[in-house]
């Protein structure tokens, strides 16, 4: 079945730093690609999305390429602020092996960034 | 424009109990969905809904039921809860069940002892 894998966490970085965090995926068909994000306490934002092959999706900063030659979605971000810490989910729609019926998101399982001034 | 709103924000159930978690949208999206997250297991599907009047199974039904009486609300029942419930559920809704966009809720967490 479909499925995400990202990087397992948690990740450390200093302020300015360069962010990656991988995210690959198993699916048969054409899914949308995900990234979402958690800060503490609160529930899960769209942070970019990317709908076909090369796409790439930015947000705040971030990016990430959808490849479908290496099935990676992988966030990328320049120079990180300590307001970026929090958890990100890499997720992929599920739609189209159920007959279209049920617009389910397969998650990956978070990884957890913080940045430390 | 509030979203998603669910409630209660947190809650500490004992084992048997019957608890529905409430979760309204004022966005008149027609799918919705509750998701439970479990640390080192992401987010899981529970039920969705595609529209008011039909609910779906998800990746992890058992135990739960829902119901869509209409657009708004898309309550979700542990008939009797187990500590295996103890979890953070999250309530999610789209536009129309093939948009992408999953806009969530702020979060149930719920603990069941």
């Known amino acids: 079945g479909n499925s995400v894998t990202q990087m397992e966490g948690p990740v450390t970085l200093s302020e300015e730093a360069f962010l990656t965090i991988n995210c690959t995926y198993t699916?048969?068909?054409?899914?949308?690609l995900f990234w979402y994000v958690q800060y503490p306490g609160e529930g899960l934002q769209l942070l970019l999305k990317a709908t076909k092959a090369d796409d790439k999706g930015s947000n705040k900063g971030f990016e990430a390429t959808y490849r479908k030659e290496t099935t990676s979605f992988h966030l990328e971000k320049g120079s990180v602020q300590v307001s970026d810490s929090a958890v990100y989910f890499c997720?992929?729609?599920?739609?189209?092996?159920?007959?279209?019926?049920?617009?389910?998101?397969?998650f990956g399982k978070g990884t957890k960034l913080s940045v430390k001034p | 424009i509030a979203g998603i709103t669910q409630a209660p924000t947190s809650q500490i159930l004992a084992a048997g109990r019957r608890m529905t978690l409430r979760c309204t949208q004022d966005m008149r999206h027609n799918a919705m969905y509750w998701y439970r997250q479990d640390l080192g297991l992401g987010l899981r599907l529970i039920h969705y809904s595609n529209t008011a009047g039909t609910t779906g199974k998800g990746e992890v039904p058992d135990g739960y039921s829902v119901s869509r009486a209409n657009t708004d609300d898309f309550p979700l029942t542990l008939a009797s809860a187990v500590p295996s419930q103890t979890s953070v559920y999250f309530c999610?809704?789209?536009?129309?069940?093939?948009?992408?966009?999953?806009?969530f809720g702020p979060g149930t967490r719920l603990t069941v002892l």
């Open positions: 699916a048969t068909g054409y899914p949308s």
């Open positions: 999610a809704s789209s536009a129309t069940i093939s948009t992408d966009t999953q806009y």
């Open positions: 997720a992929l729609s599920d739609q189209g092996n159920y007959g279209g019926s049920q617009g389910n998101l397969i």
